[in-house]
């Protein structure tokens, strides 16, 4: 028998948060590259933004008023980050359901991609469609590498003593090897949005550098250009 307090079996997932925290960080790491990859490319063209500005665009005018005039210059903001809430939530979700039908929780994922890319060439051209497609293919990528490394599999022993004992080694290390997996997706989303984050202030800087020259003022002007 496994011992009762070992933290993970090798024929079970890994416990509920760790499940949560799966779907989460993959999904955070589909966002993160995506933003990273529209600052190079076109910087609404990061998925979340240009699901955010459809959304916009496609409320009524009513509602766009109520918004306005509730929030003011912050509405875009708080609807971001509303979509970003709602995220994270079904993210959660598919994590869970990740180690039982990891079809469906990768299908899911790929849902976001879908998304963003119809959502930005609607907008813009198909170019603006490439931090989206990236994007859905790291959610997919990362979410399954996850699910894979939280299942280890149970190696043959010839007795039941030295099945318990490989159990446990392989208990171990699956789940050494799933939080190691875990921390790096994490990074991965860290950079890809921080990198996005750092070029789109760079790209700014530079925008207001060039509303900054003007031509000087001439210390004896010409005559006008006479008529004709």
Do not use: C, Y
Not at 17 to 32: D, F, K
Not at 118 to 141: K, M
Not at 168 to 185: E, M, Q
Request: no cysteine; charged share 15%.
């Amino acid at each position: 028998m496994t011992s009762a307090t070992e933290p993970t079996s090798p024929d079970r997932p890994p416990a509920l948060i760790l499940r949560i925290l799966a779907g989460v960080v993959a999904a955070l790491a589909a966002v993160g590259v995506g933003h990273g990859i529209a600052a190079l490319v076109n910087p609404v063209a990061s998925p979340i933004l240009a699901v955010g500005s459809t959304l916009i665009d496609a409320a009524p005018t009513p509602a766009k008023e109520f918004a306005v005039k509730t929030f003011g210059t912050n509405d875009k903001p708080i609807l971001v980050g509303s979509i970003a809430g709602v995220l994270l939530v079904f993210a959660a979700v598919l994590g869970i359901i990740a180690w039982r039908h990891e079809k469906i929780a990768l299908a899911g994922i790929s849902l976001l991609g879908v998304a963003g890319i119809v959502a930005a060439v609607t907008r813009g051209s198909l170019v603006d469609g490439v931090p989206s497609l990236v994007a859905g293919i790291v959610g997919v990528v990362a979410l399954r590498l996850l699910v894979r490394a939280g299942q280890p599999r149970r190696d043959r022993a010839s007795t039941d003593e030295d099945a318990d004992r490989t159990s446990g080694r392989n208990g171990g290390s699956g789940r050494r090897v799933f939080l190691l997996g875990l921390g790096a997706t994490a990074l991965l989303a860290a950079v890809g949005g921080g990198a996005g984050i750092v070029l789109g202030r760079v790209r700014q800087a530079q925008s207001a550098a060039r509303r900054a020259i003007g031509l000087p003022t001439p210390a004896s002007p010409a005559t006008p250009i006479p008529s004709g």
